[in-house]
């Protein structure tokens, strides 16, 4: 397994824009996927995002298609969110998660190993 650690989070004006981190340590010479996901208060966790092991293939939820891209620096080990012209309802915790063997990405089933999560708030 590996370790994620995600940080950028804070505090952000609706349309403003924030960039989250995610900091992939340990077993980085295996084939690992990343997923983004984001957690609101009494709400179920909610997919966000997901990139291939080798940057390929990404793909998002449908209430932020157009306004997130998730990237991944190889070099690195560290895959990034960037949001853009967020809204009150993409306030919450941001969790990045790693798998090797992930089958259905908008699943947090299939990843191993998750961050602590970063707080997103967006005021209006």
């Known amino acids: 397994q590996v370790q994620v650690v995600e940080s950028g989070g804070g505090l952000v004006q609706v349309g403003g824009s924030l960039r989250l981190s995610c900091a992939v340590s340990g077993r980085t010479s295996s084939r690992y996927a990343m997923g983004w996901f984001r957690q609101a208060p009494g709400k179920e966790r909610e997919f966000v995002a997901y990139?291939?092991?080798?940057?390929?293939?990404?793909f998002y939820g449908d209430s932020v298609k157009g306004r997130f891209t998730i990237s991944r620096d190889g070099a690195e080990n560290t895959v990034y969110l960037q949001m853009n012209n967020l809204k009150p309802e993409d306030a919450g915790i941001y969790y990045c998660a790693a798998g090797t063997r992930v089958t259905i990405p908008t699943s947090h089933r299939w990843y191993d190993s998750w961050g602590q999560g970063t707080q997103v708030t967006v005021s209006s």
């Open positions: 990139i291939g092991w080798s940057g390929g293939n990404p």
